[in-house]
């Protein structure tokens, strides 16, 4: 996920180390803070892969910054990544987000579509938080009012989802028919 975070925001705009980490962070929200010791790592592996690229410029007022830019085949890869994102990244809602901030980079909507369905697959799947067995159980079966406000939230999440991904499907679906 942060790699391809890191894939996508470069794709957007060359940037330095500090902006990149905002954005990604603004991203992820609360729910995955990126720290230092995460991000440049990241970048570090991403660099040596080729994918990026690192020129330095002036700072105002105080020392150089490293700019990272996007390589053509980092481009290609975050393409490639978008196409074909591995299931943890259609399961994890964190992730799928990550997915979607980006998917436009993917310029064939049929490509689009096919990330898209597998999402809704994936969501048309009968799941719950919780289990009687193996039969998982819907908010209405469950006595205690917390887990019932899980299930009825994440109903209604999912219920939301799966009517915008329709609408996209739809429009996608008309486009590469054009």
Request: overall charge positive.
């Amino acid at each position: 996920m942060l790699e391809l975070a890191i894939l996508g925001f470069l794709h957007d705009a060359p940037l330095h180390g500090y902006e990149l980490r905002k954005r990604i962070a603004a991203l992820t929200g609360h729910v995955k803070p990126v720290a230092e010791s995460t991000l440049y790592p990241a970048i570090k592996r991403l660099e040596k892969a080729g994918l990026l690229a690192r020129r330095t410029r002036p700072g105002v007022g105080a020392a150089p910054r490293h700019v990272l830019t996007l390589t053509a085949e980092g481009r290609a890869e975050l393409r490639r990544r978008l196409a074909q994102p591995v299931d943890i990244d259609i399961t994890d809602e964190n992730r799928w987000f990550t997915v979607l901030a980006f998917l436009r980079h993917l310029d064939d909507p049929s490509a689009q579509a096919e990330v898209l369905e597998r999402r809704m697959a994936f969501l048309r799947q009968p799941s719950s938080f919780f289990y009687e067995g193996d039969r998982p159980l819907r908010a209405e079966e469950v006595e205690d009012p917390f887990r019932r406000g899980i299930l009825t939230i994440a109903r209604a999440t999912s219920q939301a989802e799966l009517s915008w991904l329709r609408r996209t499907l739809h429009t996608l679906r008309a486009a590469a028919d054009d």
